[in-house]
C-alpha cells in the first residue's frame, strides 16, 4: 500500500510519463487513443518509450513500478482505456486534447474561456469521443478536456464535466461557432461559457450568483 508520500509522487509520475507516451508516439505517426479503441498492439513502442522515461527519470519510473510492480502493468491499463476513456481512467483527473497548432498560452490567458458540458457518467465516454475527434480535425475549439473516474477533492459536482476552450471570449462570432458545433456532436442542453477572468477570481457558480458569460 502506498503512503501518501508515494501516491503523490506516483501521481506526478504518470502525468509526466503519459506526456512523454504521446508525444514520443505523435513523434513516430501514431495517437494513443487509435491505437487503443482499434485495438493495435504497440506493446515494443510502449516498452520502447518507458525505458526512455526510465534514463531521463529514474525516480519518476521507480514510483511507477512501485504502483505497477512491472511496465506490463501501466501497458495493460492503457490497453483498458486509462488515458483515453473517461470512465476508465482512474490515475489521472483530467484527458485533454488539443487542436493543431494549439498553444499553451491561449488556454490561459485572460482572453480565453470555455464551454461547460455537464453528463452523467452513461454519457460522458461517447460525448467525449465525438468532441476529442472535432478537437483533433481542428473544427471545434483550441482544446478540450474531460473529468475522469478519479475522485477529484476539488470536485463539486458528482457529474462528469467536458470543457471546450475559445481563444477569445470577446469574439462571439467563433464562441457561437463552437456552440452551434457542439449541437451538431449532440449537446442538446442548454450550457454556459465561463471566461478565464472569472475562474482566476475563484468565482464558481451560487445561488443568485451568475457567473457564465454566454448561455445558449
Known amino acids: 500500500m502506498e503512503n501518501a508520500e ?18 514520443e508516439l505523435q513523434a513516430q505517426g501514431h495517437v494513443l487513443f487509435e491505437l487503443v479503441e482499434k485495438e493495435i498492439d504497440f506493446l ?3 516498452t520502447e518509450i518507458f525505458s526512455l522515461f526510465q534514463e531521463e527519470y ?12 512491472r511496465p506490463e502493468g501501466i501497458y495493460a491499463q492503457l490497453r483498458r482505456g486509462e488515458g483515453v476513456i473517461p470512465t476508465r481512467t482512474t490515475q489521472m483527473y483530467w484527458i485533454i486534447q488539443d487542436a493543431p497548432g494549439y498553444r499553451p498560452e491561449e488556454v ?5 474561456g470555455k464551454w461547460l458540458i455537464f453528463l452523467d457518467e452513461d454519457e460522458v465516454d461517447a460525448m467525449w469521443q465525438r468532441i476529442r475527434d472535432a ?8 482544446s478540450a478536456k474531460v473529468s475522469t473516474a478519479k475522485p477529484n477533492p476539488d470536485s463539486r459536482d458528482t457529474r462528469k464535466v467536458i470543457y471546450v476552450y475559445t481563444e477569445n471570449w470577446e469574439d462571439e462570432e467563433d464562441v ?8 451538431d456532436l449532440g449537446v ?4 454556459g461559457y465561463k471566461r478565464n477572468i472569472e475562474t482566476y477570481l475563484g468565482e464558481y457558480s451560487e445561488k443568485g450568483k451568475k457567473v457564465t458569460f454566454y448561455s445558449a
Open 6 to 23: 508515494e501516491h503523490a509522487l506516483g501521481d506526478v509520475a504518470y502525468g509526466l510519463f503519459e506526456i512523454l507516451l504521446n508525444k
Open 44 to 46: 515494443q513502442d510502449f
Open 58 to 69: 529514474p525516480q519518476l519510473a521507480e514510483a511507477l513500478l512501485v504502483r505497477f510492480t
Open 108 to 112: 490561459d490567458n485572460e482572453k480565453g
Open 135 to 142: 478537437t483533433c480535425r481542428g473544427t471545434l475549439g483550441i
Open 176 to 183: 457561437m461557432r463552437v456552440r452551434r458545433q457542439l449541437a
Open 188 to 191: 442538446e442542453q442548454r450550457i
